[in-house]
């Protein structure tokens, strides 16, 4: 079985700016794939390469096996939930999910029945005779997400879908989500640049940084095994130890990644360290240690003392949790 | 703490002082006050004399002129309207229709290109460029166009002679050979009014169409194209639902402009009267005010037809 989408040494070049840098991926059939990144890091541009928005200046790319470059967007079995939804305000919400069904010319009762299935399935049901100026933020993300599902694609591409819902309503969505993705069987290509959306999410995440792949791997892998300063830092803010600390603290003169929870402040053994500052964050306090001229963030679970600012502590953690990253990460 | 409070002052800053300042507070505090000091002389104006005269003129359309005397009748009747309704009178207003109409949509299918192009890919200098290309013809005096257009089109014209040495005279000569449109040459033709007229209103279209075209956000066609539209699909679906309203309104000035001018047609084009023309000579030489108002009420009237049509087909929906 061919890859979902595979992209082999592809480059997309804004004049000087290298959006997308030598990028080769491959996205499994079925899969939830999450491109994560901060913003100009090429993630959306590899997604639009992908819809056909935009063509690699170099490199190759195929979607089940099939070769698509100089295929026009509206010739790729594709559909994309916009970053901004882009729903046509001029048509009413059914006409919006009917939209590529109307292109495809299928009938209209037809497709009327359709574009109502699909609103139920995205929890709209009855909404067809609204405009799209008269829905909320979270309903206009379902219509979006209808009108691209109704044409059963092969691959659904969204971008940073959720960014614009308030936190409440994007945790219910990222869940939602994942369960329509499970049940429809589609590959769904996912962008975004919250980290934890993509942890929770994703069955497997590409991390990008200035046009290129940092690394590509299971959000476990990604988290417990980070390969470079980059990844470490972006997800999951990890305390990143030049190879100098790294030897202090007993390990090789190698660049490591130090989890904040996973540090524990125990009293009676362990190195030894003063606290610079601490901040209450809900379900833990965040303690901030000088190691040796480093920061060192520790996460206190709630419940436990908060050490005062200037003590000196003691801090200690499991072999594995010292994850080394080599000596040029 | 107490070193950066007595540089500061207190809570509230002294006043700007004066009249101005004490008159900037009170439009502050009462903005409706602003607003309505600043709307009054502009609605005045707009009321009394725009409006106020358009009233009047449609007064003296209910008047009629006495036969013998000359005078206005200052009584109400349908006369007048009688007297619009006549075949020869009936012509006039049919024939400045479909001129208009033949105006508007060439106007329509010239000015897309253009306002596409300024709206989606011009550009800094590029952009400067379009404004300048459209205004710039709107500088001169519209009396030297019209002149210019004389001399391109006459007899013996820069039209004919480029068609000369291409030897193409045949297919001028063939033109003008047809009924309706033709004539003794372009200048003196139908033709030669329409192309007139579609040069000179033009930029009235491009400008509110690039306006309207500029304001489709580009996602909306790549959101078409990625459920499968093809370019003309999305012209048709999305692209041209969405400018409609500004297609209506350069269409609205293209067809107004040309159902009441009354230059154009007398430079260049045949004897034949248009509306404009009518309304000049009965309300100059023949002195006829009531016919010369109820044919000015013409195109007010099939402005507010059209607009009522543009309205039920939807076009002002995406508005």
């Known amino acids: 079985m061919p890859h979902a989408v595979s992209f082999q040494q592809v480059s997309r070049h804004f004049g000087a700016v290298r959006a997308v840098d030598a990028v080769d991926l491959e996205i499994a059939p079925g899969e939830f794939f999450a491109m994560l990144g901060p913003s100009g890091s090429g993630k959306t541009t590899c997604l639009r390469l992908i819809a056909g928005f935009e063509q690699p200046t170099s490199g190759h790319i195929e979607i089940f096996g099939e070769t698509v470059e100089g295929v026009p967007p509206y010739r790729r079995n ?77 691959v659904l591409l969204l971008d940073e879908p959720l960014g614009a819902l308030d936190l409440k309503l994007r945790e219910q969505m990222q869940e939602e989500l994942k369960v329509l993705q499970k049940a429809l069987g589609i590959t769904f290509v996912f ?36 390969k470079t300063r980059f990844v470490a830092d972006f997800v999951g803010s990890s305390n990143v130890l030049p190879p100098k600390v790294t030897q202090q603290l007993g390990g090789p003169a190698e660049w490591s990644s130090l989890r904040p929870e996973d540090v524990r ?16 964050l809900g379900s833990a306090t965040r303690v901030t240690l000088d190691v040796a001229g480093e920061k060192l963030n520790v996460l206190l679970p709630s419940g436990l003392a908060v050490p005062e600012q200037g003590a000196s502590v003691r801090f200690s953690w ?11 990460a | 703490m107490s070193v950066s409070s007595s540089a500061s002052g207190g809570a509230i800053l002294a006043g700007r002082g004066g009249l101005g300042g004490s008159l900037s507070d009170a439009f502050w505090r009462k903005p409706q006050l602003l ?122 014209g820069i039209l004919g002679w480029v068609f000369d040495k291409l030897h193409l005279t045949f297919l001028i000569d063939g033109w003008l050979a047809l009924p309706i449109v033709g004539g003794n040459s372009l200048s003196v033709s139908p033709t030669g009014t329409f192309l007139v007229f579609v040069y000179v ?50 269409s609205i000035f293209t067809f107004s402009l040309t159902l009441g001018d009354y230059i ?16 000049y000579a009965h309300q100059g030489t023949a002195g006829n005010i009531p016919l010369a ?8 009237v099939i402005m507010g037809i059209y607009l009522w049509l543009a309205k039920r087909a939807g076009a002002f929906n995406a508005l």
């Open chain 2, 264 to 279: 154009i047609p007398q430079i260049i084009g045949t004897s034949h009267l248009f509306i404009g023309m009518a309304v």
């Open chain 1, 265 to 280: 402040l125990d009293a009676v053994s362990g190195h030894e360290a003063r606290v610079t500052g601490a901040s209450f």
């Open chain 2, 201 to 250: 209103w033009l930029p009235f279209m491009i400008l509110p169409m690039q306006a309207a075209l500029e304001r489709v956000p580009t996602n909306l066609l790549e959101a078409s194209a990625d459920l499968g539209a093809s370019p003309g699909q999305t012209f048709r679906n999305v692209l041209l639902p969405l400018a409609l309203p500004g297609v209506i309104a350069g």
């Open chain 2, 293 to 300: 108002a109820a044919f000015t009420v013409v195109p007010v």
């Open chain 1, 78 to 154: 594709v559909n994309t939930v916009f970053q901004d939804y882009a729903l046509f305000p001029h048509l009413n919400v059914a006409d919006n999910v009917a939209y590529g069904q109307m292109i495809r010319g299928v009938g209209k009762a037809e497709r009327a029945r359709n574009a109502e299935a699909a609103l139920e399935m995205v929890k709209l049901p009855g909404y067809g005779s609204r405009k799209p100026g008269q829905l909320s933020g979270g309903q206009r993300q379902r219509v979006a997400l209808a009108r691209a599902l109704v044409n059963k694609p092969k």
């Open chain 2, 35 to 156: 607003l309505f000091l600043m709307l009054t002389p502009p609605l005045l104006w707009l009321g009394v004399i725009y409006l106020g005269s358009l009233f009047a003129l449609l007064i003296q359309s209910f008047f009629s002129i006495d036969e013998f005397s000359g005078m206005v009748v200052r009584e109400f009747t349908l006369k007048t309207y009688g007297e619009l309704l006549r075949p020869s009178n009936l012509d006039i207003i049919v024939r400045t229709v479909i001129m208009a109409g033949l105006v508007t949509i060439a106007s329509a299918v010239i000015a897309f290109p253009i306002a596409y192009f300024a709206a989606r890919y011009a550009r800094g200098r590029w952009k400067a460029m379009f404004y300048l290309g459209v205004m710039l013809p709107l500088w001169s005096s519209y009396l030297v166009k019209i002149y210019a257009w004389k001399l391109i089109l006459a007899k013996e």
């Open chain 1, 318 to 328: 499991k072999p594995d949790d010292l994850h080394l990253m080599g000596t040029d």
């Open chain 1, 191 to 226: 962008v975004t640049h919250d980290q934890s959306e993509a942890l929770s999410m994703a069955d497997r995440i590409a991390v990008f940084n200035e046009g290129r792949i940092m690394q590509t791997g299971t959000p476990e892998e990604i988290y417990r095994r980070p």
